[in-house]
């Protein structure tokens, strides 16, 4: 029989309406309303549940929204699943989040509570933004290969910060530092390997050393709650390696902030252990399509949830 793994997206998947998608299930409005408690929103219309449903869309596209209502979509996505066919995290090998997404794997396999986790989530996104204000910062992504990365990396001299943030799959890793940096490398690529290159629009250079004040919070807040063991194993970003205890848990979500994630990497090691099904929860397919250039002609089972179409 073959393995299945859990697959739970990162920043970039937020709209308006992302917390509609259930709206007819009474567990919906319990999860929402549980959301907004933990946050502890005290005029309606900071609400983070209200800004999923109306906007404005610029608010919600600030980084402390959107992690923490990507991860309370992600969550309804998998109550969906559970409530109407029973299905179990046991039903699962792994857990496999981009970024975020490993902290959205934490709440699912029960190891944070998702009052906790939607906290954390809002404390990371407000912590990357503050850590780097005033700064010029750039994200983006090279279609080439790890090896071609970092021989341009070791090529060329820059005094800015610029790193790798991801590697997504074989031909798409991510740059993330000072802008004049990560243009000068990104420029190089395309001029000396004729790889495209795409910059991102963010606010915040993610997975890099700039990320050191923001992890540092992270670990102090991971201090105030209860973290307990998963009861299915979360791939870290940062090793790639399953994580199940509640300290190696503590450590991979501090990690998870300043180091590259590996989703590919991620995707290898799932693979080396039998694993060929691989279902997303999340509003759009963007890790289905990552794990399916990865895994190629191998069977990868999609989205088996309802996706929201603008």
Not at 1 to 10: A, D, E, I, Q, Y
Not at 49 to 74: D, F, H, V
Not at 102 to 125: F, H, N, P, Q, W
Request: hydrophobic share 40%; with cysteine.
């Amino acid at each position: 029989m073959s393995k299945r793994v859990l697959l739970f997206p990162g920043q970039g998947i937020q709209f308006v309406g992302m917390a509609d998608t259930f709206a007819k299930f009474k567990w919906n409005s319990e999860i929402l309303n549980r959301v907004d408690e933990s946050l502890g929103f005290p005029v309606i219309s900071n609400q983070l549940t209200k800004l999923m449903r109306e906007g404005p869309e610029e608010q919600l596209n600030l980084t402390e929204y959107a992690q923490p209502a990507i991860m309370t979509s992600s969550v309804l996505h998998w109550k969906y699943m559970s409530e109407m066919y029973g299905i179990m995290e046991s039903s699962f090998s792994f857990a496999l989040g981009h970024s975020l997404g490993e902290y959205t794997a934490c709440v699912v396999g029960g190891a944070i509570s998702i009052e906790d986790g939607v906290k954390l989530a809002y404390i990371r996104g407000k912590s990357m933004q503050e850590a780097v204000n005033g700064l010029a910062i750039r994200m983006t992504a090279v279609m080439a290969s790890e090896s071609i990365v970092r021989k341009a990396l070791s090529e060329v001299s820059f005094e800015g910060t610029c790193e790798i943030a991801g590697i997504n799959h074989d031909r798409q890793v991510v740059l993330s530092g000072t802008r004049d940096s990560v243009d000068l490398i990104a420029d190089y690529i395309k001029k000396h390997y004729k790889a495209p290159v795409k910059h991102l629009n963010v606010s915040a250079p993610f997975h890099c050393k700039l990320m050191k004040p923001a992890a540092d919070r992270i670990k102090e807040e991971l201090e105030k709650i209860t973290v307990k063991s998963s009861k299915l194993p979360v791939i870290s970003n940062a090793t790639s390696l399953p994580v199940v205890h509640p300290e190696e848990i503590k450590k991979s979500l501090v990690d998870n902030i300043v180091n590259p994630a590996m989703f590919l990497r991620g995707m290898e090691y799932v693979l080396s252990h039998g694993c060929s099904l691989f279902t997303e929860y999340g509003s759009k397919k963007i890790l289905s399509g990552l794990a399916t250039k990865i895994i190629q002609d191998r069977k990868l089972d999609g989205l088996a949830v309802d996706i929201h179409d603008k």
